[in-house]
């Protein structure tokens, strides 16, 4: 049986993002548990817990890129994937303002989803600025690793701690479940087992995505971008649709706004640290530094309905930030699939 040809690849591609789903779901029901029993807050366990465990996929690809591919191509392709993983992130953050059908998800949160997000936004321009300054002023190019890499891992260590102190200082903003009766060591278990079966499973998924992108004559940087990110993100997507079904808003959006403060403060830091060819900036296509800046317009169009409790709506269903989230991650792909297209 021939698991490379393009039937199987589809087949495998069904396959694994079924269990991604089954998975994500009780990884966020577990998450939730154990924010209510340790008292660490949705915003914290939000960031530290599913965030990480959503985002390892995107560590996993970006190493094995930088490694096993290596040189230009696979500094651009694990760039393009942690980039275009925050795009996609931010779109889910407009499809979950859909499905939520009460107005607004984005006015009913709190203090701390608005800090997440500021730093979020933080980390993005510092990725991108890194692209643009060592694209054009040969910054830091006899250096093993950039010291722009070793600010984004500090400033997402100071990030969590800040987070942290957010959440222990402000009043929760929405209820929670009473899980009273569940037991926290059997949550932390399902946690871990939950984690380690979505890992290993998106990170296959990401091979499966990136060959089947291939035989079907996509361009990398589209694969990057877009394919390979949405595959890595999927994780991402099942946890929070998880969590809107059981009424954790703030623990859907953290997880994805986390997401993007782990891709950028820490997945690009050891991607970095991984690329033996000296910065990754210094390989990584300009293109990237133009999703950074269309992420950081998305994500400020995130905070402020948060920020202001403003409740825009479009009709009964749409909300005018879930409009403009869809419309930027279209133009973005086109942007990337354009610019890939000129590139050859």
Do not use: C
Request: proline content about 3%; glycine content about 10%.
């Amino acid at each position: 049986m021939d698991f490379s040809s393009l039937p199987m690849l589809w087949a495998q591609l069904a396959i694994l993002a079924g269990v991604i789903l089954v998975s994500a779901t009780q990884l966020a029901k577990s998450a939730d548990i154990i924010a209510f029993k340790t008292g660490l807050g949705r915003s914290f366990v939000g960031v530290v817990l599913l965030a990480t465990a959503t985002s390892l996929p995107e560590l996993g690809t970006g190493i094995s890129s930088v490694t096993v591919i290596g040189g230009p191509s696979g500094a651009d392709l694990a760039a393009g994937d942690a980039f275009g993983s925050n795009l996609f992130n931010l779109l889910i953050i407009g499809i979950l303002d859909l499905l939520w059908r009460r107005g607004s998800i984005l006015a009913t949160l709190g203090s701390s989803v608005a800090l997440v997000g500021l730093l979020g936004a933080g980390v993005i321009v510092i990725a991108g600025g890194a692209i643009l300054v060592h694209n054009n002023l040969n910054f830091g190019s006899g250096l093993p690793i950039s010291p722009v890499s070793v600010v984004l891992a500090l400033v997402f260590v100071v990030a969590l701690f800040a987070v942290y102190r957010e959440e222990k200082s402000t009043e929760k903003t929405e209820p929670e479940h009473d899980y009273s009766e569940n037991s926290l060591k059997k949550a932390v278990l399902i946690y871990g087992t939950a984690a380690a079966i979505v890992v290993v499973a998106a990170v296959r998924l990401a091979h499966t995505g990136e060959g089947l992108a291939e035989a079907m004559g996509w361009e990398r940087s589209f694969v990057g971008t877009q394919f390979l990110a949405l595959s890595t993100s999927l994780p991402e997507l099942a946890a929070s649709v998880a969590a809107i079904r059981i009424m954790a808003p703030e623990l859907a959006i953290t997880n994805l706004l986390g997401s993007n403060l782990f891709n950028m403060g820490f997945v690009l830091f050891l991607d970095d640290a991984a690329y033996i060819d000296g910065p990754i900036w210094t390989a990584v296509s300009p293109i990237h530094a133009l999703t950074a800046a269309i992420a950081v317009l998305m994500t400020m169009v995130v905070l402020i309905p948060v920020v202001s409790k403003a409740k825009t709506s479009i009709g009964r269903v749409v909300t005018l930030e879930s409009s403009l989230l869809i419309s930027l991650y279209v133009i973005a792909s086109l942007l990337v699939f354009y610019s890939g297209r000129g590139g050859h």
